[in-house]
Nanobody, 126 residues
């Protein structure tokens, strides 16, 4: 059973930067593609970014492209999300997710992810 725990959320001002991370346990982290999704109040959860198990391939939603960076350290079982030039519309609960089954490529579809963290709140004020 894979467990994912996000950390690093908080409250920042527009234009600031923030980094969140996701620590995985209970599985072969280095073989999971990982994704970050977010859910703003009153909205559906949406794709933010994803990374292949090797870290060589990354994908971004248009709304965050050029501002957010996903990375991973397989020696630490951790995936990171660096968020720069934050905007109030980035306010959401951010979730990390592990692609299932093991070894599958990352996708933009949340239904393809079998394990989820509980999320971390990111609030950006104007």
């Amino acid at each position: 059973q894979v467990q994912l725990v996000e950390s690093g959320g908080g409250k920042v001002q527009a234009g600031d930067s923030l980094s969140v991370s996701c620590l995985a346990s209970g599985g072969t982290f280095s073989r999971f593609a990982m994704g970050w999704f977010r859910q703003a109040p009153g909205k559906e959860r949406e794709f933010v970014t994803a990374i292949s198990w090797s870290g060589r391939n990354t994908y971004y939603a248009d709304s965050v492209k050029g501002r957010f960076t996903i990375s991973r350290d397989n020696t630490k079982n951790t995936v990171y999300l660096q968020m720069n030039s934050l905007k109030p519309e980035d306010t959401a609960v951010y979730y990390c997710a592990a692609r299932w089954p093991l070894g599958s490529p990352p996708t933009l579809n949340e239904d393809d992810y079998g394990y989820w963290g509980r999320g971390t709140q990111v609030t950006v004020s104007s």
